[in-house]
C-alpha cells in the first residue's frame, strides 16, 4: 500500500518509516502535525496513513479528530498505551480511524508490537483496496453526478466561497481547473481544504472522480476525462493559452461522463471554459456563471454569457445554494423512482 505516517517525534516517524517500507509498502511521506499532512495528502494521497503521538502529548481528542477528518483517506492509529489515550483513540476512531494498535515505542518499531501494526495493515489492505474499487464511476461516470469548477484570476477565494456553501457533508465528485502554477497548486490545495472542512487534492493520472473527493488539477498539462471515466494529463492542445485549461477538461467531460452534472466558470481573464461550458449545456448539465458583480476579473464568465453557455448568472454568494438545488433534486427524483 501507498501509506502516510503522522507523528509528532521524529524518531517514531523514522522507525514507522523503517518498519513500513522494511515491509513492502511504499511511504509517499511523513508528517509532524495535521497542517504539513493536509498539505501533503493534497500533493500525494496515500491509501492509508498511520496517526501516532508521543506518550504526554498535549493533542486534545478534537484536535485528534480533527486531524483524522483532515487527511481525508483511511487512518490506523498507533498509540503506546490504549488505556491511557483511551479518549483520544476513541475520537479518532468516531472521526473514521479503522483501527488502533499498540505500540510501547514507535522509536523502535521492531519485533513483536510491529508485527502485529503490520498483520494489522495486510488485514484492512483488502478493505481499502475494496473502498478504492466502490469509490471509482463505472465506465465514463455511468449515473453519477458530477460538478466542475473552472476558474483564473481572483479563483482561489470564489472557489473556496463556493467549496464552503456546500459544506463538508457534500458528496457528489468534484473536479477543480484554476489557472494556478504547477509549484503552487498544492499549496492550493490544501489552503482550499481549511477554508471548505472538505478534503481537496490533486488529481492523480489515471483516477476517476469519487464521491467526496475535490480533485484540482495539479500537473504542467491539461487535465481531460477519458472514454473510460478516468482523469489524465497531457500537453495537447498546444495552442491553448492556459495550462491548465478549463475548456480541456469541460470539453472532455462532455465528450465522455454518462451521468448529469453541473459546471460552474468563475472570476478570470480572457475566454477559457466558455467554449467548454456550451459544450457541457448541450450536453444537458446545469451550467452558470458568475456575476460580474462579484468577479475580480469578469473574463471568463463575460464570454459564457455571450457565447450563451450560462443557464444562470449568479453572484458569488449565491452559486453553491443553486449548485446544490440542481444536482440534490434529480438524485432525490432517481431515488424516488427505485422505490427509495
Known sequence: MRVGVIHDRPCAREGLEGLLAGAGHQVLWTAAGRTEAARRCAVARPDLVVLGW??????????????????GCPVVVVTSSLDRDAARVFQAMGAGALDAVRLPDACRAGGEAGAELLRRLHTLESLVAGRRRRAAPGPAGAAQALLLLGASTGGPRALATVLRGLGPGWTVPVVVVQHVDVQFAG??????????????????????????????????????????????????????????????????????????????????????????????????????????????????????????????????????????????????????????
Not at 504526554?56 to 483532515?70: I, N, R, T, Y
Open 54 to 71: 508521543a506518550e504526554g502529548s498535549g493533542a486534545s481528542p478534537d484536535e485528534v479528530a480533527a486531524l483524522v477528518q483532515a487527511v
Open 187 to 340: 499549496e492550493l490545495a490544501a489552503w482550499l481544504g481549511k477554508q471548505c472542512g472538505m478534503p481537496v487534492r490533486l488529481a492523480e493520472e489515471g483516477e476517476s472522480p469519487a464521491p467526496g473527493a475535490v480533485l484540482l488539477a495539479g500537473r504542467d498539462g491539461h487535465l481531460r476525462l477519458d472514454a473510460g471515466g478516468r482523469l489524465r494529463y497531457g500537453p495537447e492542445p498546444r495552442e491553448e493559452v492556459y495550462r491548465p485549461s478549463v475548456n480541456v477538461l469541460f470539453e472532455s467531460v462532455a465528450a465522455h461522463w454518462r451521468g448529469g452534472g453541473a459546471a460552474v466558470l468563475l472570476t478570470g481573464m480572457g475566454r477559457d471554459g466558455a467554449r467548454g461550458l456550451l459544450a457541457l449545456r448541450r450536453r444537458g448539465f446545469h451550467t452558470i456563471a458568475e456575476h460580474a458583480s462579484t468577479c475580480a476579473v469578469y473574463g471568463m464568465p463575460r464570454a459564457a454569457v455571450e457565447l450563451g453557455a450560462a443557464k444562470e448568472v449568479l453572484p458569488l454568494p449565491r452559486i453553491a445554494a443553486a449548485v446544490e438545488q440542481a444536482l440534490q433534486r434529480p438524485l432525490a427524483e432517481r431515488r424516488a423512482g427505485r422505490g427509495g
